[in-house]
């Protein structure tokens, strides 16, 4: 079946830095999602992506990340300057269609410190 | 805006009893419903959906209906198993938009014990 790919699994950085988290998608989808998981709370959107651009965001979403899919089969969020509330499980999906359910990542677990 | 409030948790349940999690929405429109499980230490798994009124999603012994009427979409089992122990999210997906993003209850945590 296929998957969502997300690299690493896990992320320690340092306060102020920058990261990149990565996601391959599956091939014949068209959108494409962050969601971020911090520990034991729900699962909030960060933001969506569709025919190269962000279709929606959340106020979570600011100026300090972006998202790009450089090369047509990966799609990356980067943080720009990593602050502690930022440390999270980091979770990736795709969909062929808006009506379908996603396919989610395993998920990336960011650690701030 | 959309909302998804699901039951609190954690539940408790002995192995082979009767499982039912509720769950309610706020949406415009004609939102899907979907069910996702989250296994200790991994990602999301979709477990079933259902994307019009009176659908029943169902999955591996669960079943969810989607009832327009009461605004709900309770995910119920008839016997769990230990390997069921999880946390369960009920989410929406609007109709509106042209990416929908997927709004998540708070989870419940389920524990099934021998």
């Known amino acids: 079946e296929p998957e969502v790919t997300q690299t690493p699994s896990h992320q320690v950085t340092q306060m102020g830095q920058e990261v990149i988290l990565r996601c391959v998608p599956i091939s014949n989808h068209l959108y494409f999602y962050w969601y971020r998981q911090i520990l034991g709370q729900k699962v909030e959107f960060l933001v969506s992506?569709?025919?190269?651009?962000?279709?929606?965001k959340s106020e979570i979403f600011d100026d300090q990340f972006s998202v790009e899919r450089p090369d047509g089969s990966n799609f990356t969020l980067k943080i720009r300057s990593t602050k502690l509330e930022d440390s999270a499980m980091y979770f990736c999906?795709?969909?062929?269609?808006?009506?379908?359910?996603?396919?989610f990542g395993s998920g990336t677990r960011l650690t701030v410190v | 805006g959309d909302s998804v409030t699901q039951m609190e948790g954690p539940v408790t349940l002995s192995e082979e009893a009767c499982l039912t999690i509720n769950c309610t929405y706020t949406a415009t429109g004609y939102p899907s419903l979907f069910w996702y499980v989250q296994y200790p230490g991994e990602g999301l798994q979709l477990l079933l959906k259902?994307?019009?009124?009176?659908d029943k999603g169902s999955n591996k012994g669960f079943e969810a209906t989607y009832r327009k009427e009461t605004t709900s979409f309770h995910l119920e089992k008839g016997s769990v198993q230990v390997s069921d122990s999880a946390v369960y999210f009920c989410a929406l997906r609007g109709s509106t938009g042209t990416a929908s993003k997927l709004t998540f209850g708070t989870g419940t945590r389920l524990q099934v014990t021998l």
């Open positions: 999906a795709s969909s062929e269609q808006t009506y379908y359910g996603y396919t």
């Open positions: 992506f569709y025919n190269n651009e962000i279709s929606e």
């Open positions: 259902a994307t019009k009124a009176d």
